[in-house]
């Protein structure tokens, strides 16, 4: 081998080497300089309260316990900027509320804890909704609950229905912290748990672990939430999500009525409509009174463009009937109209597609039919 190549070749392996421990000791610095950040975020320094409850953070287990869901929170620092950015759009509410009704500030926190501040939040127990109630609880608090409207994904309501159930919940209890806690586990479960150990401090029950987290998980988010800056979350103001800007319209309907027709009266389209009232499920407003929220600016001359709107939608409808004949079935009929199964049946309120017999009749509109020359539908 050439004298001169192989020293190329052994100056090159040495230098690949040394970049390669060099990187690998960048990592490690890395690597500590995280650890020892995260070591510094979760050092708590006393005293720390709840709803103005003292939380005893001289006893070891409670620290501990702390600490953990100081860390479990802080490990998903993309849901705790989306905390942060979604706060700035709906605390302003929460805040006036509780102050309205004279409980404490802090049972804002609940609401990350239970839904991080998604209207669509689900648990597999069956809780819905920013503050997720079950549909028991939710009926308990006068909650409509249906196939057409679901109150737990509207934010006021919900909201209103939270700091009742929370006065309840501290009349029973006398304690905000045990409130919370019944709040996760039920009142029952909970009072039976007091009554068995002998103990009425939430601190020292021996709980279900979900009950057991329940109120540190909140403590975290207060703790992060007041103090974003501690923790490393620097956000300007432009870079939160902006405080609800809508308008308030009643609406009585004497039967289903597209939303989109909603959507089209007041300016805007479908999406708008539905993030703006995620308590609506379908494509539908059911028949009776409704409380809307339009997008802000839109009120004045709804209820003209809307009367326009639907009588137009009423004439198409009267116009669009098919008349089932021997031998159809939905697919043929989707095939011929060249729409698909499951528009037809939304159109006619159909849960199965073998619900039809020959003479019945159906609603079919078409592409014509359904937009407008500006391409709206």
């Not at 706060?87 to 302003?92: K, S, V």
Request: aromatic fraction near 10%; hydrophobic fraction near 40%; charge should be negative.
């Amino acid at each position: 081998m050439n004298p001169l190549y192989q020293l190329l070749r052994v100056s090159l392996i040495v230098t690949i080497i040394t970049a390669g421990a060099m990187n690998v000791e960048a990592q490690i610095g890395s690597r500590q300089s995280f650890g020892q950040s995260l070591i510094q975020a979760i050092k708590i320094s006393g005293p720390l309260t709840f709803c103005n409850e003292p939380v005893p953070l001289n006893e070891t287990d409670v620290k501990e316990r702390l600490e953990r869901e100081l860390l479990a929170s802080l490990e998903n620092s993309g849901e705790v900027i989306l905390w942060l950015k979604r706060a700035n759009r709906y605390f302003p509410h929460i805040e006036k509320a509780l102050k309205d009704n004279a409980l404490p500030d802090d049972l804002k926190y609940v609401v990350i804890a239970e839904s991080s501040l998604k209207p669509l939040a689900t648990s597999n127990r069956g809780a819905v909704g920013f503050w997720q109630f079950i549909e028991n609880t939710g009926n308990k608090y006068g909650m409509k609950i249906n196939n057409d409207v679901d109150e737990r994904r509207n934010f006021f309501i919900s909201t209103d229905a939270a700091i009742s159930y929370f006065k309840d919940l501290h009349t029973i209890f006398g304690s905000w912290t045990l409130a919370a806690a019944a709040y996760n586990m039920g009142e029952e479960g909970l009072k039976t748990e007091m009554l068995m150990q002998k103990e009425n401090n939430y601190y020292r029950l021996y709980l279900n672990q979900e009950t057991q987290r329940y109120v540190f998980r909140i403590l975290a988010a207060k703790m992060i939430l007041s103090n974003p800056e501690k923790y490393g979350f620097s956000l300007t103001e432009d870079e939160l999500y902006k405080p609800f800007q809508f308008d308030h319209i009643e609406i009585t309907i004497n039967q289903p009525v597209p939303l989109y027709i909603i959507a089209q009266a007041a300016n805007t389209y479908f999406k708008v409509i539905k993030d703006l009232n995620p308590d609506i499920k379908n494509y539908y407003l059911s028949a009776g009174k409704h409380d809307l929220l339009i997008p802000r600016g839109t009120a004045q001359g709804f209820q003209e463009k809307y009367e326009m709107l639907l009588n137009h939608w009423l004439e198409l409808k009267e116009k669009s009937i098919y008349t089932i004949e021997q031998g159809d079935n939905l697919s043929i009929i989707a095939k011929r109209f060249n729409v698909s199964i499951k528009a037809i049946m939304i159109w006619n309120d159909l849960s199965n597609a073998k619900d039809v017999s020959p003479g019945d009749k159906l609603i079919i509109f078409t592409d014509t039919d359904l937009f407008d020359s500006s391409g709206k539908q």
